[in-house]
């Protein structure tokens, strides 16, 4: 659990949301099932949203925008999986 709060990461990196989850542990399955497929860092943040505890899993740590996007696009084509753009 702790490992995925203490990563090292970059505050201007863009990174692609690939899940919200309101229960910690789906946000870590889904970080595993990502593992097994990607190189690329996966984090989990928490947040509050009306007093609850959302967990949100991202996923790399692109220079550009557009190195995001890619990589978004490839998440849709390839895995057919969303993503939202974030920095």
Known sequence: YKK???QQQSESAYK???GVFQRYEGAKEMVNALRQLFVEQI???NEYKESMPIFKVKIGQFATKDEAE???KILKDEYNMD???YN
Do not use: D, N, P
Request: a positive charge.
């Open 43 to 45: 984090s989990v943040t």
């Open 16 to 18: 692609v949301q690939v």
């Open 70 to 72: 890619a990589f978004k």
């Open 4 to 6: 995925y709060f203490t």
């Open 83 to 85: 993503g939202i753009v």
